[in-house]
């Protein structure tokens, strides 16, 4: 099947998007693994605070309009 070149630029821009979201999924996940494993450990730990501090950043304006971008592609399966 013949596609415009616009069509195919536009559905490699949501690929690559869709991938990104996929990592920062894993990678969200396996920091909330690890902030577990260190509450566990040792509840007063800097770390863990540090790790706190940093998922209150991700609650920023930046953070929210990525994430809405990155919610906004669907794909069909």
Do not use: C
């Not at 616009?6 to 902030?35: N, P, S």
């Not at 730990?45 to 790790?51: E, F």
Request: charged share 45%; net charge negative.
């Amino acid at each position: 099947t013949y596609y415009p070149r616009t069509v195919l630029v536009k559905m490699e821009e949501v690929y690559q998007l869709v991938k990104e979201k996929l990592m920062y999924e894993k990678e969200a996940k396996q920091q909330e693994e690890k902030v577990e494993k260190m509450r566990a450990e040792d509840g007063e730990n800097y770390a863990i605070k540090k790790q706190e501090n940093e998922k209150d950043l991700e609650e920023s304006e930046e953070y929210k309009e990525a994430r809405s971008v990155l919610d906004s592609v669907k794909l069909e399966a």
